[in-house]
DNA sequence: AAAAGTTACGAAACCGTTTTCGTGTTAATA
DNA sequence: TATTAACACGAAAACGGTTTCGTAACTTTT
C-alpha cells in the first residue's frame, strides 16, 4: 500500500517549493539543469504521475467526453462508441459513458451530472423518448452553457449543434433500387412510428424510391409497428393479409422475424420473397440465409463525431458556426436477395 | 451563453460569504432560516449546481467507477456494463468505459490514465493479451495504491481481489448432461486455446462431465482453435474426418458457424447432430435453429461487480479481505438440441 | 451587572496543480 | 566600480468547493 506521491511530497524531500518541482517535471527553462535531473529523476524513481483532478480543476479541461447513448446492448452503438474511443483515445481523451436507456428522465438526469464538470463536451444520440416527448431543454441547456455537443443518428433540428448522421432516406432507396432491379414489385416497407427521426426518413426514401421507379406507393404495404419490439401478430396478420414480394426491415431483428414467417409459409428467400433490413450487425451476417443490409457504418461516425467534437472543445469558440456530416450508407449484398 | 454560476457568483451577489453560501445550501444548522431561504432561492433561480471536479478534489471522492473491458461490440461484455451502469448509476455513480481492444498495451494505458484521480475503483476483465503474457503489474500497481478494483468473467489468481465469475466447469457440465441425457454419445468440443481462462475453465468442465457419466475422452473430439476467429478450414476438416452427434461450441459464432456445416452437410438438428454454444446473445435467440445456450448472466454479473466495488469504495477499508461471487450458469433449451 | 452560553456568520486552510510575478545572486556591461 | 541583465528559484494567487475554528453580538443564567 503506497499512496499517490505529490508535487508537495517531492519538494518537501527534495527542499525546493513546489513551483519549482512543477516546473521542472515541465522541463521549464527557468530551471538550471542540475536541478531538473534531481527533480526528474526522483519523480521517475517515486512513480509520480500528476492528479488528474487537481489538473481538471486548473485548466478547466478534463480530456473526457461524456456519451450519452440510449441502449448500450446494442450493435450499431456499441460500433459508433468503439470509433470515438479510437479517435478520442488517440487524442488523449477518456469516455465516459452513460444510458438514457431509452428513457427521457435518464437522459436529463445523465447529462445534468455530467455536465457539472465531468466533461469537455457531449456526444449523444437522443432516446426514443426523448424524441416522442418532442422537449430538448435539457440539452438546450447544455449547449447554452457553451459545452460543445455533438449529435449522432437520432438527431433533431430543434437543436443548434454539430451533427453526424448517415443519409437514411438514402440507404431506403438503395434498397429499393436493388429489389427493383432485380425485378421486385410488390415492396413491403416494415418500420417504426414516425416520431423516431430515422424511420422517418427511411420511410420517405421509400416512398421517393418507388415514384422514381413509377412503382404505384400502396400505404397497405407499410407496416407501422408502435416499438422496436417485435410484435409477432402483427407481423402475422400483415403477411397472411398481404402478398409481397420483396421486404424492407428498418431494423434486423424485423427483417429476421420476417425472414422465418416467410420461410414458415414455404416460401423460397430469395427467388419468390426478398429481404433487405437496415444496421448491419451480426444478426445479418449470421442469419440463415445471410441478411442482405444497409450498412450504417457505426464506427466511423463515431470517429467523425469525435473528430467534430474535439475539434470544438480545442479551439476558442470564436464563432457559433455548426455543420452537419451525412454519411453515405452502403448496400452489403447477401443471400436475402437475388 | 449563460457561463455556470459558482459560490462565489452568489457570496457576492448576495453580500455574504461562501462559508455562509456553502453552509446554506447544505442546509446546514448553523445558518439562520432567513439567510438559507434567501441564498437557496437565489441558487435555484441561477440554476446552481456545484462543480463536481472541485468537490472531487476536496472530497477525493469522484463517484466515477472506472470500467476496462476488452471489446464493446460484444454482446456479452456490453450486458456486463448495463449491469453495471444500473448499479452503479443508482447509488449516485458514473461509469467511465475504456475498451482494451484485447490489447496488453492499451489495458496498461488506460489503466494509468484513469488511476491518477479520475475513478474511485475499477472493474475490470483482462484482455486475451495480457492473459497470454500474464503480466499483471499494471494492475499490481493499482491495487497497491489502495484502488479498490474488482474482476469479472476473464480473472487471475495472480491478483489479490474481489471477483465475480460465473461457474464455466458448471456450464459445460450442464451442456454434456442435456446430450447425454437426450441419447447422444460422440460429443465434440470446440473451444480456444487454453491460455484463456474461460476456455480451460469450460474444457474442464467438459471433461468431467464425460468422465461421470462413463463416456471415454476422446481427444480428437476436441477442436481448440488458436483465437476467437472462426477458421474455416479448421471447421471444416474437423467435421469431414469425425463423427460426432452433439456439438458444445464456446461461443455463439463457433456454434453457428458449425451448424450452417451441419446444415450443408444434409445432417438434420437437432437429430442428427446438436448443438448448444455459451454465451446467450442475439445470435442463439435468432439463429435458425434457435440455439441452446448457456446464460452467461452478464447484466447480473455487472450488477454484483458494481455492488462490491461500491462496497469497497464506500467502507474505509480496514482490514483487505477479498471474496470470488460464483454466479451459476443456465441452461436455455431452444431448437438445436432434442 | 458580570459570567456563561447561543446564535449566525466569516476567515482561512485545504485538496493538488499551474502560472504569474517578484527577488536575491551572480555575471556581463559601461 | 556602479549599473544592468540574466539566471534560478520561491511566494502566492487561482481553480471551486468543504470544513474547522474563531468571534461579535445577543441572550440567558446567577
Request: aromatic fraction near 8%; proline fraction near 3%; glycine fraction near 4%.
Amino acid at each position: 500500500m503506497k499512496p499517490k506521491i505529490t508535487l508537495k511530497d517531492i519538494a518537501r524531500e527534495l527542499e525546493v517549493s513546489i513551483s519549482t518541482v512543477s516546473k521542472a517535471l515541465k522541463n521549464s527553462e527557468e530551471i538550471s539543469r542540475d536541478t531538473k535531473d534531481k527533480i526528474q529523476a526522483f519523480a521517475k524513481l517515486y512513480n509520480y504521475k500528476p492528479n488528474n483532478i487537481a489538473v481538471s480543476l486548473k485548466n478547466r479541461r478534463t480530456k473526457n467526453i461524456g456519451v450519452i447513448i440510449p441502449d448500450i446492448v446494442h450493435h450499431f452503438f456499441t460500433t459508433v462508441i468503439r470509433g470515438i474511443e479510437k479517435y478520442a483515445n488517440a487524442k488523449g481523451y477518456n469516455v465516459l459513458v452513460c444510458v438514457s436507456n431509452e428513457g427521457y428522465e435518464r437522459e436529463v438526469i445523465n447529462m445534468e451530472l455530467l455536465a457539472n464538470g465531468s466533461i469537455d463536451g457531449f456526444i449523444m444520440s437522443l432516446s426514443t423518448e426523448t424524441q416522442q416527448k418532442n422537449d430538448y431543454n435539457h440539452i438546450k441547456e447544455v449547449t447554452d452553457q457553451g459545452i460543445p455537443m455533438v449529435m449522432f443518428d437520432r438527431v433533431t433540428d430543434r437543436i443548434n449543434c454539430d451533427k453526424v448522421v448517415i443519409d437514411d432516406a438514402q440507404g431506403a432507396f438503395l434498397a429499393v433500387k436493388k429489389f427493383v432491379e432485380s425485378g421486385k414489385k410488390k415492396i413491403a416497407l416494415i418500420t417504426t412510428d414516425d416520431y423516431l427521426s430515422v424511420g422517418k426518413a427511411r420511410t420517405e426514401g421509400y416512398k421517393k424510391a418507388l415514384s422514381h421507379y413509377n412503382i404505384p406507393l400502396e400505404e397497405s404495404l407499410i407496416l407501422k409497428l408502435p416499438s422496436m419490439e417485435v410484435e409477432a401478430s402483427a407481423f402475422d396478420t400483415f403477411f397472411k393479409t398481404q402478398e409481397v414480394d420483396a421486404v424492407l426491415c428498418v431494423n434486423e431483428i424485423f427483417a429476421i422475424h420476417a425472414m422465418r414467417l416467410a420461410h414458415g409459409m414455404n416460401k423460397r428467400i430469395p427467388e419468390d420473397i426478398s429481404f433487405i433490413g437496415f444496421t448491419d450487425g451480426l444478426l445479418s451476417k449470421f442469419a440463415m440465409p445471410s441478411l442482405t443490409a444497409i450498412a450504417q457504418h457505426g464506427e466511423l461516425m463515431g470517429e467523425e463525431a469525435a473528430r467534430m467534437l474535439i475539434e470544438k472543445v480545442e479551439t476558442e469558440n470564436e464563432e457559433e458556426t455548426f455543420s452537419t456530416t451525412v454519411l453515405e450508407p452502403t448496400l452489403i449484398e447477401r443471400d436475402s436477395t437475388l
